[in-house]
């Protein structure tokens, strides 16, 4: 009879025969998911209680340390630890000028940008960031969208 080898520290489970060694196969994951970047990296990402999908704040040279990432994220979640990111109370106007003001902008990139901006400003510059939604977006679209030809309205739209 088989039995079932079970490793908390390391999510590792495996069927053993007897007289076999080694049958272990990885558990897939659970919680979260590890992706391999272009660069060779790895960055881990998973999903706040919120929904909202949270990346970790650096990227990992191994895999493993990746994998305990959203691990320890899951751990504070269980225990009732678990904090989340504080909400942001910038202003899309205030944001604006940060994005704008951010090193390696070309200067002519930074006026087109500027101008679509202001575009949007009337309408939701005085609103906090984290509280637009996408329908107040779309309405914000629509309205323009009946003052200019689409590719204006695509170039000022990509600003946002």
Known sequence: MGEVAVSVESG??????????GAVRARQRQFGSIRKLPSGRFRA???????????????????????????????????????????VSVSVRDWGCEWLARPGKRPASVVRDRQAL??????????VLSAVSAYDVQV?????????????????????
């Open 45 to 87: 990402r998973f999903v706040e209680p919120s929904g909202r999908r949270s990346t970790a704040p650096v990227t990992f040279a191994i895999k493993g340390d990746a994998a305990r990432y959203p691990a320890s994220i899951e751990a504070d979640l269980a225990r009732g630890t678990f904090k989340g990111r504080a909400p």
């Open 12 to 21: 590792i489970t495996g069927a053993k025969t007897e007289g076999q060694v």
């Open 118 to 127: 202001e575009v949007w400003l009337p309408t939701l510059g005085d609103r």
């Open 140 to 160: 914000a679209v629509d309205a323009r969208a009946s003052e200019v030809a689409p590719s204006t309205l695509r170039r000022d739209f990509a600003t946002l």
